[in-house]
């Protein structure tokens, strides 16, 4: 009984537990899964994503890439490793987290509402509940977005604690304590800097407002803005770890915005439904409105209640209504929170609707002239906690003005029931956070995610390897979205979830465009079936293994058989390793040949498989290269240009010019796509190449080596004679069925194909095409002649046994005189057929249309490039010294290297890191304390290089990552301004 | 009985209104003509191409006029706000979505006002 009157007289507190551990619910019935995909990211192994958090280059995927803002995230995966290192289970772990976050959020707007309305337990309820419950959080939650937990958390607790300072409330020393506390939660937002920015915001409006509805003596205003101030500082230096090393890669790569890092600017297309009555009821998240077709949504299912059904399009409006009813009640006592809140309303509403009009074009105005504004690339999601907050606690202020004018009586019991139904209403209008529908359980996208057994079995193999950290593995197929058919989808390898193998994969956000242009090389070479030339592709990411995933959802075709000749597999349940017979670079080594790629920076990629093992390719604008004295020895790669850029693209005849600088020898290589052997016919300056010196590998067609002097040359290559592809050449059978008189039918009935209809449906006319190889570009074309009516389309369908892949139209036009029409057809890589289809459209009111087509052709294009690869036909002829290369990674950002050279001290060294390039690399010597200053440059178009001169390149070095330093003073002035926090609160003065 | 109440009541609001029209007559006449010039203006697409005024512009032109002319406090602005709002509700359920999103952008211009004028009524009566 006792217990029942405790529970009872703390029904508030009963009621606030139960909030906190809503995430339990989420996995109720849902058996031993996970909550994981797309941008969640819930680590399968929290202690290796949690020790990637203390550096800020990762070098996991994508020869790795500056992790500097993302260190922020080392507490929010501190609360994942804890309960991981206790010994749950990844689901229990997962769960307490979640929970952990829930509780944080739940927690700290109960604070601030005990601070807003501290007499009164059901206002207090009411700010929590419509905090912790709202359609903004469905999309955090879903994603378990870091930056967004941070700061729904942090937001509420940092106003709360400073009004409470200002107001002397509490003293300074627990103040500065519990300011502490809040700028730790809030650093998950230095994930996306921009949330965090949020945070500062409120807090400057917060002490301009107090500070003016507090003018009394300067006393009172000095002792405000000092107190504003040490709140802005704590929350700057705690967060420094962060912030310091994120100004530095700022300030580094001159960024000042989006594009500048390569990131994708999408605020048009996510404002495209923040207009300010979605924006003003919380709808305004991008995925609540890709409706297809029939109007049907294509990702959340339940936005169809939220868009349709009358009950909730009514209850959406009823927060906004309520918002806008306190301010009618304004209560003079709380002017400071009705102030406060009324102003982050407006800016929420403001920036929340980002580019949509009316107020876009002001908006855009400020994004294009604020420096660094175009990081709130996504301004609903970032500013809309500001309107959510605003909301609960403008709500909790109307309730509590209730309550104080109807302290007693009848209308206090009719409130309290109108405010019970209002909570029962708003919980069920906020049914899919409550109930885990927002993790899409129904759906084949599903957060809900049952790994295989093979995924684990794949975990303990790398982490059991030894000396693996340092190789790579590229991943297949080349999907950006990891699609797996058990349900798992991710914008990341599956792989970097758990391990810290470097992994190469198709990403959204590439850095270099060299290296993904590789990258695409890499995966049609192996579409292609030309595994030979994809390994030696991998030499130049430094990868040793392919990750070949059976079990992905997608349209590229499967590794076929041959690859076994060339690899060995090892196997884990629909997951196969394939790793080289033959010894592969590792990431870092000693260059053996150095090319200078004379052309754009991505013109080396082709002739790739036929450079020497262990070379590089530097650019030869690059100032670095010279500097270097021997970089005249270097060879030159050169891309021909095509001449005659005019003639008809059908010939089978091409010729290409090329200026060589000196006279040397040189191999000139074309690409093969799928050319027959003796094939072709080559000349040189118009003499012809003997065949004994064309070679045919997989992918580059080889002449030479021939001697050129310097000046210009022109190259003649003779191919085959395209046939046409298509299937039909004798139209008879198509057109003689028709409702027509003889003399309406063409003369020439078998030549010319008749586009006739007479129907109100559309008629087509299907034409097969033979042989189409999906690797090669066609030319579409046709001699049209239009008669009468509706103009006929020909469209070019390539589709795969499932789904058609790409559909490519040719309006004809209308002209009533024979015209030629062609166009070019680049399908998409994979396996599929091709057909030709003649699209006769409806016509209306008894109409009829008639057109003759004839001459209708698909045949092949020789769009082959060309390129001279200069080498050396003296074998004896030395410029680098080449030696021998140790190497051990220490951890990401540091490397052990020792070096030995083949004794030639004439010479000096190249040496190769396989990372993505960027100047805070160095590489030094560590038998000497002075920082050698060796030439840095860009080789393979992405990574470093450095020459070491001859004399220097035996001993011992270091390659280190040096915004690691600035890091390290960083976390030091952090943990210093926490130690000194604790040091002060816990001081006591003497009497 | 309800019936003399509420015939009391609207003699009662009736002569506040009056008195209030009769202290904002001048204010009313001024409001008034350039409401009306600002709509012929709009009506003849006076400033275009260099500058479209619509509706909206009109409407908070109207709201911001209203503070020196007509004597409109933060709690008007507010009551504004919300027949707006509620009007976008009954225009929602209708499905008719552009003037639903037309009214909600009122909603929001009298919000705006509304908290400008509650932050300066604040301020000054603590000044």
């Not at chain 1, 101030?229 to 100004?247: A, G, K, Y």
């Not at chain 1, 080498?871 to 140790?886: H, I, P, R, V």
């Not at chain 1, 100047?919 to 990574?943: C, M, P, R």
């Amino acid at each position: 009984m006792k217990i029942i009157n405790k529970i009872w007289n703390n029904w508030h507190t009963v009621i606030l537990v139960a909030l906190c551990l809503v995430p339990i619910i989420w996995f109720i019935g849902r058996g031993d899964v996970l909550i994981t995909g797309l941008d969640t990211n819930f680590p399968l192994d929290p202690l290796v994503w949690f020790q990637r958090r203390f550096y800020v280059w990762n070098g996991i995927n994508n020869a790795g890439i500056d992790f500097s803002s993302s260190v922020a995230g080392v507490f929010f995966h501190f609360v994942q490793l804890a309960p991981y290192l206790l010994g749950l289970s990844l689901k229990n772990v997962e769960i307490v987290s979640l929970v952990f976050w829930f509780s944080a959020i739940v927690s700290s707007s109960y604070l601030l509402a005990k601070t807003i309305l501290p007499k009164n337990k059901t206002p207090q309820l009411i700010v929590v509940i419509l905090y912790i419950l709202n359609i903004y959080l469905f999309n955090t939650w879903e994603n378990v977005k870091v930056s967004n937990l941070a700061l729904v958390t942090a937001l509420p607790l940092i106003i709360s604690i400073v009004y409470n300072w200002f107001s002397e409330k509490i003293n300074s020393k627990k103040a500065m304590i519990y300011l502490c506390l809040g700028s730790i939660l809030a650093s998950g937002a230095g994930i996306n800097p921009a949330y965090f920015l949020v945070i500062i915001l409120a807090l400057i409006i917060e002490t301009v407002v107090y500070l003016f509805l507090n003018l009394s003596t300067k006393t009172e205003i000095k002792k405000i803005l000092v107190k504003g101030l040490t709140s802005f500082f704590i929350l700057i230096l705690v967060n420094i770890f962060w912030i310091f090393p994120l100004l530095n890669f700022l300030y580094s790569t001159n960024t000042i915005s989006l594009v500048d890092i390569g990131l994708t600017n999408w605020i048009t297309s996510l404002s495209q439904n923040t207009s300010i009555i979605n924006v003003i009821r919380l709808q305004g998240a991008w995925d609540w409105y890709a409706l297809d077709s029939s109007g049907i949504p294509q990702y959340l299912s339940y936005t169809l209640n939220y868009l349709y059904k009358f009950p909730f399009i009514i209850f959406s409006f009823a927060v906004p209504i309520l918002v806008l009813f306190s301010f009618v009640f304004f209560d003079k006592e709380q002017k400071f929170w009705y102030i406060f809140f009324g102003i982050l309303t407006v800016l929420g509403i403001f920036f929340g609707v980002g580019s949509h009009p009316p107020t876009g074009s002001f908006f855009i105005f400020l994004f294009e002239h604020v420096p660094f504004l175009s990081f709130f690339r996504s301004p609903w999601y970032i500013f809309t906690p500001l309107l959510t907050l605003s909301y609960a606690a403008l709500v909790g202020l109307l309730t509590y003005s209730f309550f104080q004018k109807y302290k007693e009586g009848m209308i206090k019991h009719i409130f309290n029931f109108l405010i019970i139904i209002f909570l029962i209403a708003y919980g069920l209008y906020n049914y899919p956070l409550i109930t885990g529908k927002i993790f899409r359980p129904e759906s084949k996208n599903s957060f809900y995610v049952y790994f295989p057994e093979y995924v684990w079995d794949t975990k303990d193999w790398l982490s059991n390897k030894h000396d693996s950290t340092d190789e790579r593995i590229i991943s297949y197929p080349d999907d950006q979205l990891e699609s797996f058919n058990w349900g798992y989808q991710g914008t990341e390898s599956i792989l970097s979830l758990y391990s810290n193998r470097e992994i190469i994969t198709p990403s959204f956000n590439m850095t270099s465009k060299v290296f993904s242009e590789m990258l695409g090389s890499f995966y049609a070479h192996i579409k292609r079936g030309e595994y030979k030339s994809a390994i030696s592709l991998m030499e130049f990411f430094g990868a040793n293994e392919i990750f070949y995933k059976k079990d992905s959802s997608t349209l590229s075709s499967p590794i076929g058989d041959k690859i076994n000749d060339l690899v060995e597999t090892t196997k884990f349940g629909e997951w196969y390793f394939m790793r080289p017979k033959d010894e592969m670079n590792k990431k870092i080594f000693i260059a053996e040949a150095v090319y200078k790629n004379l052309s754009n920076p991505e013109d080396f990629i082709p002739v790739i498989p036929f450079l020497k093992p262990k070379s590089v390719v530097v650019n030869n604008k690059d100032t670095e290269i010279g500097q270097i004295k021997s970089n005249e020895r270097f060879f030159s790669i050169i891309k021909t240009g095509i001449l005659d850029q005019d003639k008809s693209i059908l010939t089978n005849v091409n010729k290409y010019g090329l200026d060589i600088l000196r006279n040397g020898t040189f191999n000139i290589l074309i690409e093969r796509n799928y050319l027959d052997r003796n094939s072709l016919i080559v000349k040189i300056d118009s003499n012809v190449i003997s065949n004994s010196l064309i070679q045919y590998d997989q992918s580059l067609i080889s002449v030479g080596p021939v001697k050129l002097f310097s000046g210009t040359h022109t190259i003649e290559i003779v191919y085959p004679v395209q046939e046409n592809l298509l299937a039909i050449s004798d139209f008879e059978n198509i057109s003689k069925n028709q409702n027509l008189r003889k003399e309406e039918f063409p003369e020439n009935i078998q030549k010319t194909l008749l586009v006739y209809n007479e129907s109100k449906e559309a008629q087509k006319i299907i034409l097969p095409v033979n042989e189409f190889n999906p690797y090669l570009r066609y030319a579409v074309g046709f001699d049209y002649k239009y008669v009468y009516g509706k103009v006929p389309f020909v469209e070019v369908l390539q589709s795969a046994p499932t789904s058609p892949v790409k559909n490519h139209s040719i309006y004809p036009g209308s002209s009533t005189d024979w015209q030629t029409r062609y166009d070019i057809f680049r399908p998409v890589e994979t396996n599929s057929k091709l057909e030709l289809l003649i699209k006769a459209g409806p016509n209306e009111f008894s109409g009829r249309s008639k057109s003759f087509i004839e001459n209708i052709f698909i045949k092949r294009i020789y769009d082959n490039n060309v390129y001279l690869v200069e080498s050396n036909s003296d074998t004896s002829f030395k410029y680098l010294s080449k030696g021998e290369l140790k190497y051990k990674k220490i951890n990401s950002v540091k490397y052990e290297v020792e070096l030995k050279s083949d004794g030639d001290n004439q010479l000096g060294s190249v040496i190769a890191f396989l990372d993505n390039y960027n100047k805070g690399w160095v590489l030094k010597s560590s038998d000497s304390k002075i920082e050698n200053k060796f030439s840095h440059f860009t080789i393979n178009g992405y990574a470093n290089g450095w020459y070491v001169p001859a004399g220097m390149n035996t001993g011992k070095f270091i390659i280190y990552y040096r915004p690691q330093t600035l890091y390290i003073f960083a976390v030091l002035v952090s943990v210093c301004t926490i130690m000194l926090l604790i040091i002060y609160s816990l001081h006591k003065k003497k009497s | 009985m309800i019936r003399s109440y509420l015939f009391k009541l609207f003699n009662k609001k009736y002569d506040n209104l009056n008195q209030w029209a009769i202290d904002h007559l001048v204010g009313l006449f001024i409001f008034n003509i350039i409401m009306s010039l600002l709509v012929l203006l709009n009506t003849a697409e006076y400033f275009k191409p260099f500058f479209f005024l619509g509706i909206n512009v009109i409407f908070f032109i109207g709201l911001i006029l209203s503070i020196p002319l007509l004597g409109a406090r933060s709690k008007s602005m507010f009551f504004i706000s919300i027949i707006f709002l509620v009007f976008a509700i009954f225009l929602k359920i209708l499905k008719i979505e552009i003037w639903a999103e037309r009214t909600a952008v009122y909603t929001f211009q009298s919000l705006l006002i509304g908290v400008i004028l509650l932050t300066r009524e604040s301020i000054n009566k603590h000044w």
